[in-house]
């Protein structure tokens, strides 16, 4: 099907750094006729990772997801729905399981793709680091799928609170997030912010604010510990502020039906539990036996982001275990990263098929926002000229939210993320401020 002398590159995933790459790609090099470009995902839409919490809790609407249909045809790259089941390095393949639609209706065949350069952008899931009674009890926050449970499951409890469904006399609603990184942190404040809504509308035994208990626990001594002191220290104050209950240096051995057993013996009780204590590389990468394997399962990578077994296949974002030769470590799970290295990767791949040298990566810390749902936001931003500089209140609810429109801008073009910014701010005034349905 395709002219043999171009070169074929497959992305796997199209994530914040997947997708950013596809486009880059396609208007660089796909356009002007020097490779082919095909993106692979096993969802159909990509939605902002970083945007879940505010789906899960109902704050924010879908309208921001992004079709890979209509992205692809208008950007000029193919678009292969399929869940990535092996590859072949050798051969150059990779192997596309058969994806089905709900009823079981097949909607795409087992598929071999052949590549010349394969990049892999699929991301991570969450780490319950085997801990008991956690993939039974506790929900995730890692897809949109999951988002859009955790939000039927939250609108559901309230109504049953209301009803009078949850039992006689039931008049609280306990909810429990483990881990107090980034993700917990903000969820917890979405969560607080979706309840009150919730009495806005309707729901009026939650009226009195007393009346849900947000929980968030965590290991270590302070909360988003990969960020300074200080930051922690905000973060935390703030979400005191909001009635969050903070339960630090706990570490949770079990969870129930009931709720979250911690070490020591306490029972958190909770009719909604949500685990974001951590990451891990999707399953599949251990399968493919020809890579090396990092700490989270990640897929090993030299400072030219080639995998270190296989030169022509490359790995970016969650996924891609990075060394930070500044900190001595792997670079973090970050959109930052994934989004660098997106740009980065656009570059290194047209060296690569104009047989020049390959560089290396090198990762510039531009600092971290924590948002405290709409009440405020808290990080540091860094840059030669600035050194670190804490940042809250509205400047950072600011430098939050450019975040979300540089990612639009790089995968929408500026026009069209600043016209689809305006109109979901005009959206936010004329519908519900919560999703109720
Ligand atoms: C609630 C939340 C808040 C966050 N907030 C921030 C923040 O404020 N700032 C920040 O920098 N980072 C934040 N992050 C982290 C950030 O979202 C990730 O670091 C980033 O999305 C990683 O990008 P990626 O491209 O590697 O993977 P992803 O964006 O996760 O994309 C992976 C893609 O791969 C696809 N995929 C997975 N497996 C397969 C397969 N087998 N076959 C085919 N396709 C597959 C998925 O469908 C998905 O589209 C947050 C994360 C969460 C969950």
Not at 18 to 26: E, F
Not at 298 to 325: H, M, N, Y
Not at 369 to 397: C, D, F, P, Q
Request: charged fraction near 25%.
């Amino acid at each position: 099907m395709r002219p043999e002398t171009k070169p074929h590159i497959v992305i796997v995933g199209g994530g914040a750094g997947g997708l950013n790459l596809a486009t880059r790609l396609s208007r660089s090099l796909g356009r002007r006729g020097l490779a082919e470009v095909t993106l692979v995902d096993e969802n159909l839409t990509h939605m902002w990772k970083p945007s879940l919490h505010e789906f899960a809790s109902g704050t924010k609407g879908n309208e921001d997801e992004i079709s890979f249909l209509e992205h692809s045809n208008r950007n000029g790259y193919n678009f292969r729905l399929g869940r990535l089941s092996a590859l072949d390095s050798e051969a150059k393949t990779i192997l596309l399981d058969p994806v089905r639609d709900s009823a079981q209706k097949l909607l795409a065949p087992q598929r071999i793709l052949h590549f010349d350069y394969l990049v892999m952008a699929i991301g991570s899931r969450s780490n319950d680091f085997g801990c008991k009674g956690v993939s039974e009890h506790c929900m995730f926050l890692d897809t949109p799928k999951q988002a859009k449970k955790m939000q039927a499951e939250l609108l559901n409890l309230c109504l049953r609170l209301e009803t009078g469904a949850l039992g006689d006399g039931v008049s609280k609603l306990n909810i429990c997030i483990i881990g107090g990184g980034a993700t917990g942190v903000e969820l917890a404040a979405e969560l607080r912010e979706a309840t009150e809504q919730f009495a806005r509308n309707g729901i009026d035994k939650l009226r009195d604010p007393s009346s849900v208990n947000i929980t968030l626990i965590e290991a270590a001594d302070r909360l988003v510990a990969a960020l300074p002191d200080q930051v922690s220290e905000k973060v935390a104050q703030k979400l005191r502020s909001i009635d969050v209950d903070l339960r630090l240096s706990s570490m949770v051995e079990e969870a129930t039906a009931d709720g979250v057993r911690l070490k020591g013996g306490d029972m958190i009780p909770a009719e909604l539990m949500i685990w974001a204590a951590g990451i891990k590389a999707p399953a599949i990468l251990k399968d493919l036996n020809t890579f090396d394997i990092g700490s989270l399962g990640r897929l090993c990578t030299k400072p030219t982001l080639q995998t270190t077994k296989s030169d022509p296949v490359f790995a970016i974002g969650d996924c891609a275990e990075c060394l930070w030769p500044e900190k001595g470590t792997s670079l973090p799970p970050r959109a930052q990263v994934a989004s660098q290295q997106a740009e980065f990767m656009e570059a290194q791949l047209r060296r690569a098929i104009e047989g020049k040298p390959l560089e290396e990566f090198r990762y510039v810390d531009r600092g971290s926002l924590v948002a405290i749902s709409k009440y405020s936001a808290v990080g540091s931003l860094m840059g030669k000229a600035l050194g670190t500089m804490t940042i809250e209140g509205w400047l950072a609810r600011r430098a939050y939210r450019y975040l979300h429109y540089a990612h639009e801008s790089a995968v929408q073009g500026s026009w069209r993320a600043t016209v689809r910014s305006l109109l979901s701010q005009a959206m936010k005034r004329v519908r519900p401020q919560l999703k109720l349905h």
